[in-house]
């Protein structure tokens, strides 16, 4: 099992910044991939952005150019550092980590962006 957790969540206005970071905990030694998804009001749940163990990313494109994924493998803890925030990125913001195939969802952080 592996115990994701997210913290960095908040209220900012439009154009300003947030930093999301997501702690393992538990069974990581099998941790490959681990990214940030998003779900609106609504919506799906989307992919935001990943990273692999080795530093490889992936970005969707409606977030290219201002967030940015990071990983520190020493804390078991990935970032994600969101600027020029939109109001269209309001959402609830959950972790994910891949280990073997099997997905570990983190309970969300909320992100509102106003106007």
């Known amino acids: 099992q592996v115990h994701l957790v997210e913290s960095g969540g908040g209220l900012v206005q439009a154009g300003g910044s947030l930093r999301l970071s997501c702690a393992a905990s538990g069974s990581i030694d099998g941790i490959d991939v681990m990214g940030w998804y998003r779900q609106a009001p609504g919506k799906q749940r989307e992919l935001v952005a990943a990273i692999s163990v080795r530093g490889s990313t992936n970005y969707a494109d409606f977030v290219k150019r201002r967030f940015t994924i990071s990983r520190d493998n020493a804390k078991n803890t990935v970032y994600l550092q969101m600027n020029s925030l939109r109001p269209e990125d309001t959402a609830v913001y959950y972790c994910?980590?891949?280990?073997?195939?099997?997905?570990?969802w983190g309970l969300g952080t909320l992100v509102t962006v106003s106007a």
């Open positions: 994910n980590a891949a280990v073997y195939a099997v997905d570990y």
